[in-house]
C-alpha cells in the first residue's frame, strides 16, 4: 500500500484566507468553507480498511444494505470519515479551512457517538436539509449542497448500510473554529447564497442513461465541490459549474469537465472518461492530487453503467469557454526552450517518450494533454515537483509512478521543462516562472 497523499495548508491556506479577508461580512467569508474545507488531507486510508465494513457479514446481508454500500462509495463517505489509521466511518479526519480545523464526526451506529440512534427519517432530513435531529446548521464542508439530490430511497438504503458497519465507541473531537465560524447561525447566509434544498429533478428529454449520470455527477458524486470556479465570496454561480477551478487550501487545480475543447472533457471519447474514472488512467492521462482519491475511494467500485452514465451526461455539459484555444503554441524564449528540452530527453523521455506520447497505459502521453496546457499550470508544476502514483484500483492494481524532481531540479530548471512540455508538440499552453515554481514548493508534504 503506497501512502499516497495529498498536499495542503500553508501558504496556501493563508492565499485563501486573504481572498476572504476582503468580503466584507463572515456570513459571506464563511461560504468559502465549502471549497477551503472540502479536502481532507488524509493519506489514503488501506485497501484492508476500506475492505473491512464489506467483509462484515458479506456473505448474508440484505439487499438493500449491499446497495447502501455501493451508493456510500458513490457518495465518497469514507474519504471524509474516515481518519488516517482510524477505524472505519468513526471520523475525526481533521479538514483545515481558512478559519479552523473541522473534525468530521463519527458516523458509525454507535448509540453515544455515532448515528446509533438516529432513525431513517431523521437520516434523511439531514442529507435533504442540510440540518441535524437537534436543529444544527451542518457546515458545508460536508457536501449537503449536493447530497440534498439524494433520493429517499437511496438515503434509506445508505442508512440501512451505515447501521451495518461496526459501531465504535469513538468520541468525536470538537471543531476548532476561530469566532465568529464557530457560530452556526451564521450558515444561514451561506446557505441563503448556495444552498438549494431539492430531491434530483430527471430531465424528461434525456435518456434514463443521462439521467443517471447526473443524478451521480451532480449528487452523491459531489463532483462540483471541486470542479467549479468560485468567485471572490466563495461561492459559485450556476453556469460556473463544471467550468474548472482552483481548489483553495489544497491548491490543484480542478480542470473544467465540460465540453470546452481547450480544458474540457470536449475532446474526450466516453471510453477515455470511463477509463480515467474507472481505472485512473486512460489514454488522456493519469488522475493525480485529489483526484486520485476519489478514484482510489469511489469511482473504481462504481459498475460500468454507471461509470459510462456519468460519462455521457459530462459529455453533454455545455462548452463555457468557447473559443480560447487555437493559433501557434506561445512564444519561448529560445534559451529556456533549449534548456527545457535538454532536461525533458535526460530526465522524462524515457517514460513520458521522445515526442510526449507515453506508452499507453502505464506513463500518460503529455502532447496534447489538457491537463498540462491548461491556463493554470498548478498541476503541472506540482507533479513535477513531487512526482505521483495513480491509485491502485481494480482496473489498474499495480499502477507506475513518477518519482519528485523537487531535490534535482531548480526553480529555473523545473520552470524550464515545464514550461517545454506545456509548449512542445503542439501544445498550447503558456510559459511558466521560476517564480511560480518556488510558490509551489512551499506546499508541505506529508
Ligand atoms: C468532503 C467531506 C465529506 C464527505 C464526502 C462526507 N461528509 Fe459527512 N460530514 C463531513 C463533515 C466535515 C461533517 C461535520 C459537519 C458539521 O459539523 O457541521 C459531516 C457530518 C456528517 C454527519 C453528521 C451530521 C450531524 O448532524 O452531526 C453525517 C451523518 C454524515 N456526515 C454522513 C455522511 C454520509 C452518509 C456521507 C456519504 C454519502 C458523507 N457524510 C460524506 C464531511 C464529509
Ligand atoms: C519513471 C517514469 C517517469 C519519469 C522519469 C517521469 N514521469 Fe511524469 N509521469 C509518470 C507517471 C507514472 C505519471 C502518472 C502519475 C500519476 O497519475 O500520479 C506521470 C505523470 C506526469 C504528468 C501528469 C500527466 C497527466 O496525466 O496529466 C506530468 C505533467 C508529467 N508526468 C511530467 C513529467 C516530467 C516533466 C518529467 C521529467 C522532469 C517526468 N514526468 C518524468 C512517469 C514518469
Ligand atoms: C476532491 C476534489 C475533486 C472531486 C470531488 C472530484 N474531482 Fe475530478 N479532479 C480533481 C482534480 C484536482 C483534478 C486534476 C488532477 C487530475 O487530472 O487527476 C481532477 C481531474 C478530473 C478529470 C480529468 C480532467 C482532465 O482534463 O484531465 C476528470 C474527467 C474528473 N476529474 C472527473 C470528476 C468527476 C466525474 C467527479 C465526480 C464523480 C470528480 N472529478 C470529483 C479534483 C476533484
Known amino acids: 500500500m503506497k ?5 495542503s495548508v500553508g501558504s496556501h491556506m493563508q492565499r485563501a484566507a486573504h481572498l476572504t479577508h476582503r468580503a466584507a461580512k463572515p456570513i459571506v467569508a464563511l461560504a468559502v468553507l465549502t471549497l477551503a474545507a472540502i479536502l481532507p488531507t488524509s493519506p489514503f486510508v488501506s485497501a484492508a480498511q476500506a475492505a ?7 456473505n448474508a446481508r440484505p439487499e438493500v444494505v449491499v446497495r447502501g454500500e455501493y451508493l456510500a462509495r458513490a457518495g465518497d463517505c469514507i474519504a471524509c470519515h474516515t481518519a488516517p489509521r482510524g477505524k472505519t466511518f468513526a471520523g475525526g479526519l481533521a479538514m483545515e479551512t481558512p478559519f479552523g480545523t473541522l473534525y468530521s464526526p463519527n458516523i ?16 434523511y432530513a439531514m442529507m435533504h436539509t442540510g440540518k441535524s435531529p437537534d436543529g444544527k446548521l451542518i457546515y458545508p464542508a460536508m457536501p449537503i449542497a ?3 439530490k439524494v433520493t429517499r430511497q437511496d438515503s434509506d438504503a445508505i442508512f440501512a448500510y451505515l447501521k451495518s458497519v461496526p459501531a465504535v465507541h469513538q468520541a468525536n473531537r470538537k471543531h476548532d473554529m476561530r469566532f465568529p465560524f464557530n457560530q452556526r447561525e451564521l450558515l444561514i447566509g451561506w446557505r441563503t447564497l448556495y444552498f438549494s434544498e431539492g430531491e434530483f429533478q430527471p430531465n424528461t428529454k434525456r435518456s434514463a442513461e443521462w439521467n443517471r449520470g447526473a443524478y451521480l455527477v451532480e449528487g452523491l458524486g459531489h463532483c462540483t465541490m471541486c470542479h467549479t470556479k468560485i468567485n471572490m465570496l466563495g461561492g459559485s454561480s450556476k453556469d460556473e459549474q463544471f467550468a474548472g477551478g482552483l481548489i483553495p487550501v489544497q491548491n490543484w487545480y480542478a480542470p473544467s469537465l465540460t465540453s470546452d475543447k481547450d480544458g474540457g472533457l470536449g475532446d474526450w471519447s466516453t471510453k477515455d472518461i470511463v477509463d480515467l474514472l474507472q481505472a485512473g488512467i486512460s489514454d488522456r492521462g493519469a488522475v493525480y492530487g485529489p483526484m486520485a482519491e476519489v478514484t482510489y475511494h469511489s469511482l473504481q467500485y462504481m459498475t460500468d453503467d454507471d461509470a459510462k452514465a456519468m460519462a455521457v451526461y459530462l459529455k453533454t455539459l455545455p462548452d463555457n469557454d468557447p473559443g480560447r484555444k487555437a493559433g501557434p503554441p506561445a512564444k519561448v524564449e529560445p534559451a529556456v526552450a533549449a534548456n527545457g528540452k535538454r532536461i525533458y530527453m535526460a530526465k522524462c523521455s524515457a517514460c513520458h517518450g521522445d515526442n510526449g506520447e507515453g506508452k499507453q497505459q502505464h ?7 489538457q491537463s498540462i496546457e491548461m491556463d493554470s499550470a498548478v498541476n503541472p508544476i506540482r507533479i513535477v515537483l513531487n512526482g505521483g502514483f495513480s491509485p491502485g484500483t481494480r482496473r489498474n492494481p499495480e ?3 513518477m518519482p519528485p524532481f523537487a531535490q534535482e531540479l531548480s526553480d529555473a530548471d523545473a520552470a524550464a521543462v515545464v ?3 506545456r509548449t512542445a508538440w503542439g501544445n498550447h499552453g503558456q510559459p511558466v516562472t521560476a517564480a511560480q515554481v518556488n510558490e509551489l514548493r512551499k506546499a508541505p508534504q506529508r
Request: negative net charge.
Open 363 to 369: 506513463y500518460p502521453p503529455l502532447a496534447g494533454n
Open 108 to 123: 458509525t451506529p454507535d448509540s453515544k457517538y455515532g448515528i446509533g440512534k438516529w432513525t431513517a427519517d431523521q437520516f
Open 419 to 421: 514550461t517545454y512540455i
Open 146 to 148: 449536493q447530497y440534498t
Open 52 to 58: 473491512e465494513a464489506s467483509a462484515v457479514a458479506a
Open 3 to 7: 501512502t499516497f497523499s495529498t498536499l
Open 399 to 401: 499502477p507506475y509512478g
